[in-house]
């Protein structure tokens, strides 16, 4: 599967290798992974990719995503699909920078390319959720286009759902 580019970012699809490294926490031949990655979110999203990959095949274009600055070509974070659209279209997403890649707009591109290629492959709502208290991530999604959709004493709910999926571009700001 080809990388997803934006203005400032590659979106590299990983593959079964690269997320056995980066669960390891070992870069992988050609890695140039920022200081501080992978974090743990990083190493569960690995995680979870291996073990969907293991009970049911490679889930690409639904896996995960290594978020590279194109200026450097380093590795400063991570997002993608907790699985495969579900019976009703419907995907959850997380995503995560390295503490010296945030407060630069990274992470709404990177979520808006990603919105933008699950819709354009027949999604009808992607998912997602911050702690309460990340103001900052709950920033990303609203910036991406995500409403709120409900929270509970720990997590707020964010999604976006669209009734037309033929479209190219998810909502822009």
Known sequence: MDDLVTARLVLHPMTVSEAERTAAGEPYSGARWAPGYPAAGDVAAARRFLGTCASTG?????????????ED?????????HGPADAHGSVTIGYGLVPSARGE????????????????????????DADR?????????????????????????????WTDTTANTAPRP
């Open 73 to 81: 070509g380093r590795t400063i974070g991570g997002l993608g699909f």
């Open 133 to 161: 208290d990340n103001v900052a991530s709950q920033h990303v999604m609203t910036a991406a286009g995500m409403q709120p959709a409900g929270q509970d004493e720990r997590l707020t709910y964010f999604e976006i759902a």
């Open 105 to 128: 707009g990274y992470a709404s591109e990177a979520l808006r390319e990603l919105l933008s290629f699950a819709r354009a492959r027949g999604v009808t709502c992607v998912k997602g």
């Open 58 to 70: 490679d889930s690409q274009p639904f896996g995960n995503y290594e978020i590279r600055r194109r």
